[in-house]
């Protein structure tokens, strides 16, 4: 976040959105405050979630927005919805007055009860509204979302209906409130309320803590500009929204404003800002920062080994670097793609493909050239099958799908068994796609990273299929496709190629060349076999804190990682899922022999964190719990002499936890 984002100038920002692409400012905004589109497609479609299947006017149409909201690439909803806490509505259900919330105007006394079966007749606002003249033949409001807990609804007048962009209404104790005017700028301002509050740091200020500090509203007003958009009003909340370098003051009025202020800033030190200006006294504990920081890119110098390098963990070896050994069957990517010095494809690219896809930007072939791939620069696969007729004339049978959202840069076909092949794309945003070619595309990203894809490389090796993925920061990652085990090798910036051999060769080419490395499988993925084996519980007959334990083998899986945030972020989210006082829950006990296993691991990255895990396992009133823990008690008593101190308190508190207790004597 180097660039300082003034949001005391975002008026003028809105202002000039005006006659510009309407989700140009949104996805602006987003990307300011650290969303990031996720690859894959979207979780949430217009026809999930909890529509209504009352209350429907089919006779209305959809405004041309709210439609392009649902389909835009850059509406973050339809990919993290959780981060909304909102329901939506499709199609737009009529409002009615369930409660009664307005006084009837005299024709309008039966309205309820005819709404269910006759959405023509149902609720409007009364006559005497601020939206609409007196004489107004439809005064009804087209509801397209609701706060989760539905407190409050949103929708625009049916009057509306036919306009492209219409304004939006909420209903509060008050009746309905004007809340934005229009769609797309409800869309920007529904983002900014919750995004922020995500990906940037807070402080929240209660109002009690402002009663005898007028003074601190005083200089909000005289030292940030509002932000142009209209009071936001949900729960009971009136809020004006304003701005600064890196930082967004929510001012909350109303009886349901239980923080007179709500501060997000970008960084740390934007906030820190907005708080001396303000005169605010505040300790540490009480800034939360980010619920999610991206991981970072590695700082890798440019890639560069000579005969004879190894890795310090032996997971590879330089084996020559004079010559290129000779492509894999299937040839190498880059060279399909264009050519890399120093080596030549095994097969060739029938010519017709290269006819088919003329702006493409990646091609690639099986061993046997029965499966051919291109890539172009809309982010779309072609995959081409022959079949057993099939002569030279080119590829018999074809499918393309629009699998991102940025060129394709790489592309790898691996044969997974004797009957089934799969394809694997990466792209300049940096997602992983995965195709298996009997099936559907798998509608989330195989792997994201924020930097571009370089290389993809697949073969069937003595463990099964592997797939080996370059990005430009200079990091490798090497999938074991059966278990699922991966390893990051950190080899440096500028690979253009990656070829992968039957024998475990792997070919890297960068500026000054190709050079082998040999692989050492047994290394590579030191937990494979363990990861096969949570392939055989069937964790969805288990309960997890957050009901069936289906993410729990993928978390396992992640606490092996030879990445340190990735595995302590994995114990982490296992501690929210296993460590409870409800009895009733069952995931932990088959859990527990995994994680001791990876305990018992020297190399491991959460060892500390991962050896409390499996005490606090035990500290409960689930007797299978802690009888899984006592079992594997044995295999970790040596930790009592472990060199970190904290492993050895933590090995304290797991010999606690397993005593006998009383009523157990």
Same mark, same amino acid.
């Given at each position: 976040?180097?660039?300082?984002?003034?949001?005391?100038?975002?008026?003028?920002?809105?202002?000039?959105?005006?006659?510009?692409?309407?989700?140009?400012?949104?996805?602006?905004?987003?990307?300011?405050?650290?969303?990031?589109?996720?690859?894959?497609?979207?979780?949430?479609?217009?026809?999930?979630?909890?529509?209504?299947?009352?209350?429907?006017?089919?006779?209305?149409?959809?405004?041309?927005?709210?439609?392009?909201?649902?389909?835009?690439?850059?509406?973050?909803?339809?990919?993290?919805?959780?981060?909304?806490?909102?329901?939506?509505?499709?199609?737009?259900?009529?409002?009615?007055?369930?409660?009664?919330?307005?006084?009837?105007?005299?024709?309008?006394?039966?309205?309820?009860?005819?709404?269910?079966?006759?959405?023509?007749?149902?609720?409007?606002?009364?006559?005497?509204?601020?939206?609409?003249?007196?004489?107004?033949?439809?005064?009804?409001?087209?509801?397209?979302?609701?706060?989760?807990?539905?407190?409050?609804?949103?929708?625009?007048?049916?009057?509306?209906?036919?306009?492209?962009?219409?304004?939006?209404?909420?209903?509060?104790?008050?009746?309905?409130?004007?809340?934005?005017?229009?769609?797309?700028?409800?869309?920007?301002?529904?983002?900014?309320?919750?995004?922020?509050?995500?990906?940037?740091?807070?402080?929240?200020?209660?109002?009690?803590?402002?009663?005898?500090?007028?003074?601190?509203?005083?200089?909000?007003?005289?030292?940030?500009?509002?932000?142009?958009?209209?009071?936001?009003?949900?729960?009971?909340?009136?809020?004006?929204?304003?701005?600064?370098?890196?930082?967004?003051?929510?001012?909350?009025?109303?009886?349901?404003?239980?923080?007179?202020?709500?501060?997000?800033?970008?960084?740390?030190?934007?906030?820190?800002?907005?708080?001396?200006?303000?005169?605010?006294?505040?300790?540490?504990?009480?800034?939360?920062?980010?619920?999610?920081?991206?991981?970072?890119?590695?700082?890798?110098?440019?890639?560069?080994?000579?005969?004879?390098?190894?890795?310090?963990?032996?997971?590879?070896?330089?084996?020559?670097?004079?010559?290129?050994?000779?492509?894999?069957?299937?040839?190498?990517?880059?060279?399909?793609?264009?050519?890399?010095?120093?080596?030549?494809?095994?097969?060739?690219?029938?010519?017709?493909? *290269?006819?088919? &896809?003329?702006?493409? =930007? !990646?091609?690639? %072939?099986?061993?046997?050239? #029965? $499966? @051919?791939? +291109?890539?172009?620069?809309?982010?779309?696969?072609?995959?081409?099958?022959?079949?057993?007729?099939?002569?030279?004339?080119?590829?018999?049978?074809?499918?393309?799908?629009?699998?991102?959202?940025?060129?394709?840069?790489?592309?790898?076909?691996?044969?997974?068994?004797?009957?089934?092949?799969?394809?694997?794309?990466?792209?300049?945003?940096?997602?992983?796609?995965?195709?298996?070619?009997?099936?559907?595309?798998?509608?989330?990203?195989?792997?994201?990273? *924020?930097?571009? &894809?370089?290389?993809? =490389? !697949?073969?069937? %090796?003595?463990?099964?299929? #592997? $797939? @080996?993925? +370059?990005?430009?920061?200079?990091?490798?990652?090497?999938?074991?496709?059966?278990?699922?085990?991966?390893?990051?090798?950190?080899?440096?910036?500028?690979?253009?190629?990656?070829?992968?051999?039957?024998?475990?060769?792997?070919?890297?080419?960068?500026?000054?060349?190709?050079?082998?490395?040999?692989?050492?499988?047994?290394?590579?993925?030191?937990?494979?076999?363990?990861?096969?084996?949570?392939?055989?519980?069937?964790?969805?007959?288990?309960?997890?804190? *957050?009901?069936?334990?289906?993410?729990?083998?993928?978390?396992?899986?992640?606490?092996?990682?030879?990445?340190?945030?990735?595995?302590?972020?994995?114990?982490?989210?296992?501690?929210?899922?296993?460590?409870?006082?409800?009895?009733?829950?069952?995931?932990?006990?088959?859990?527990?022999?995994?994680?001791?296993?990876?305990?018992?691991?020297?190399?491991?990255?959460?060892?500390?964190?991962?050896?409390?895990?499996?005490?606090?396992?035990?500290?409960?009133?689930?007797?299978?719990?802690?009888?899984?823990?006592?079992?594997?008690?044995?295999?970790?008593?040596?930790?009592?002499?472990?060199?970190?101190?904290?492993?050895?308190?933590?090995?304290?508190?797991?010999?606690?936890?397993?005593?006998?207790?009383?009523?157990?004597?």
């Amino acid at each position: 976040m180097a660039e300082i984002i003034d949001y005391g100038q975002f008026a003028r920002r809105l202002q000039d959105q005006q006659g510009r692409s309407r989700w140009e400012l949104l996805d602006a905004v987003q990307r300011e405050w650290g969303y990031e589109d996720p690859g894959g497609e979207p979780v949430a479609s217009r026809w999930g979630g909890e529509n209504s299947a009352y209350g429907i006017d089919e006779s209305l149409p959809v405004p041309e927005a709210l439609a392009e909201w649902w389909d835009t690439p850059v509406n973050s909803f339809s990919f993290r919805p959780r981060l909304y806490w909102t329901h939506t509505q499709w199609p737009p259900s009529i409002w009615v007055d369930e409660y009664g919330e307005r006084e009837a105007d005299d024709d309008d006394n039966d309205a309820e009860g005819a709404a269910s079966s006759d959405p023509a007749r149902a609720d409007g606002l009364p006559r005497d509204n601020p939206f609409l003249p007196p004489d107004a033949p439809d005064r009804r409001i087209c509801v397209f979302m609701s706060e989760y807990q539905y407190c409050n609804q949103w929708g625009y007048l049916a009057a509306e209906a036919a306009h492209s962009d219409p304004r939006v209404l909420v209903s509060t104790g008050s009746g309905w409130q004007l809340q934005s005017r229009s769609l797309s700028e409800f869309f920007l301002q529904l983002a900014l309320e919750r995004l922020p509050g995500h990906y940037g740091w807070t402080l929240k200020v209660r109002r009690a803590d402002l009663k005898d500090a007028p003074e601190v509203l005083e200089r909000l007003t005289a030292s940030y500009g509002e932000l142009g958009l209209l009071p936001w009003q949900e729960l009971g909340c009136d809020a004006l929204m304003y701005g600064g370098p890196d930082a967004l003051i929510t001012h909350g009025r109303g009886p349901g404003a239980d923080f007179a202020l709500v501060i997000h800033g970008r960084t740390r030190e934007a906030l820190l800002h907005v708080v001396e200006t303000l005169g605010i006294v505040c300790a540490d504990k009480d800034i939360v920062p980010p619920g999610e920081v991206p991981e970072p890119l590695e700082e890798l110098g440019p890639f560069a080994l000579t005969d004879g390098d190894t890795d310090d963990r032996g997971r590879w070896r330089v084996s020559s670097t004079s010559d290129f050994p000779g492509s894999p069957p299937g040839g190498l990517p880059g060279s399909l793609a264009g050519g890399v010095p120093g080596g030549a494809p095994a097969v060739t690219v029938p010519a017709v493909l *290269r006819a088919l &896809v003329p702006d493409r =930007t !990646a091609i690639a %072939l099986d061993e046997e050239a #029965a $499966l @051919a791939v +291109a890539g172009d620069t809309e982010g779309r696969v072609h995959l081409w099958e022959s079949t057993a007729e099939a002569t030279a004339d080119g590829p018999s049978a074809a499918a393309s799908k629009p699998l991102h959202r940025a060129p394709v840069t790489a592309l790898a076909c691996v044969r997974l068994d004797a009957a089934r092949r799969a394809v694997v794309s990466g792209d300049a945003h940096g997602v992983l796609r995965y195709w298996q070619t009997d099936r559907v595309p798998r509608p989330l990203p195989f792997e994201r990273r *924020r930097t571009a &894809v370089t290389a993809l =490389t !697949a073969a069937g %090796l003595a463990t099964g299929p #592997a $797939l @080996a993925c +370059a990005w430009a920061d200079g990091l490798v990652r090497v999938w074991d496709l059966d278990s699922g085990a991966v390893a990051r090798l950190r080899l440096g910036t500028g690979i253009t190629d990656l070829a992968l051999a039957s024998d475990g060769t792997l070919c890297v080419t960068g500026a000054s060349g190709p050079v082998a490395l040999r692989l050492a499988a047994d290394r590579l993925w030191p937990h494979r076999e363990l990861q096969q084996r949570l392939h055989d519980v069937d964790w969805g007959s288990y309960w997890s804190a *957050r009901g069936p334990a289906h993410a729990v083998p993928g978390l396992i899986g992640k606490v092996a990682s030879d990445d340190k945030k990735t595995a302590m972020d994995a114990v982490h989210d296992l501690y929210r899922l296993l460590v409870s006082k409800d009895s009733s829950l069952t995931a932990a006990a088959p859990a527990v022999p995994f994680l001791a296993e990876l305990m018992s691991d020297p190399d491991n990255r959460a060892r500390p964190t991962l050896l409390l895990l499996i005490a606090d396992i035990a500290d409960g009133d689930n007797t299978e719990n802690r009888a899984a823990v006592r079992a594997v008690l044995p295999a970790l008593r040596h930790l009592h002499d472990d060199p970190l101190s904290s492993i050895r308190w933590a090995a304290a508190e797991l010999e606690k936890h397993c005593a006998p207790r009383p009523e157990e004597e």
